[in-house]
């Protein structure tokens, strides 16, 4: 007894490998469009109640925007008399358009007063005021306030941080509370 055995045509095969790879084309796609858009969403400036003073270009760039130095102004959220500014290295370039580049630990902070200032009874000795992410991957800069009780001083400390390991660059900028 002979069986017969039922085989696909070869163009029937094509068409549904064709098919297969269609379908498999467009949700890598989607998948790789939806990752970007998280990473750009991580990209995305941390930043509580501040306000951009201006940029000055560092580098010209033929594509995308230029490297750039930006100074941001940020209110102390427990102390309303106190006023920070911080400069901040932005890259530019494509990749920097796209939010994908890493920004350098090139920062400045300053910070003064700029009306009548109060300590909170329960100020914290050590608490951060503000946060900007630098990169995709968890870099970030950030101003620490601290409390000098003994010489009524508020310190503001600008430092570079990623999970795993930090930058020693950092700044460094004092308000004294005049009684």
């Known amino acids: ?31 790789v469009l939806l990752l970007l858009l998280g990473m750009l969403a991580l ?7 501040d306000s951009e003073v201006g940029c000055v270009t560092t580098e010209w760039k033929l594509l995308g925007a230029n490297h750039q130095v930006c100074v941001f102004a940020f209110q102390d959220p427990r102390i309303p008399g106190v006023s920070c500014f ?33 300590i909170p ?20 800069t950030r101003v620490t306030r601290l409390w000098d009780k003994d010489r009524n001083t508020l310190v503001y400390l600008a430092v570079s941080r990623k999970i795993i390991d930090g930058s020693p660059y950092n700044s460094v900028s004092t308000v004294p509370v005049r009684p």
Do not use: W, Y
């Not at 045509?9 to 490998?17: D, S």
């Not at 009874?121 to 970030?140: H, I, Q, R, Y």
């Open 86 to 118: 911080i400069s901040q290295a932005k890259t530019g370039g494509i990749s920097g358009s796209l939010g994908l580049a890493e920004d350098p630990s090139n920062f400045s902070v300053s910070c003064s007063q700029t009306g009548p200032i109060t």
């Open 121 to 140: 009874d329960k100020l914290p000795a050590k608490e951060n005021v503000f946060k900007e992410s630098t990169s995709v991957f968890f870099k970030a």
């Open 43 to 49: 990209a995305a400036p941390a930043r509580a109640d």
């Open 1 to 31: 007894m002979h069986l017969r055995t039922r085989t696909a045509r070869p163009r029937a095969v094509a068409l549904a490998a064709a098919r297969d790879d269609t379908f498999f084309t467009a949700l890598l796609a989607s998948v």
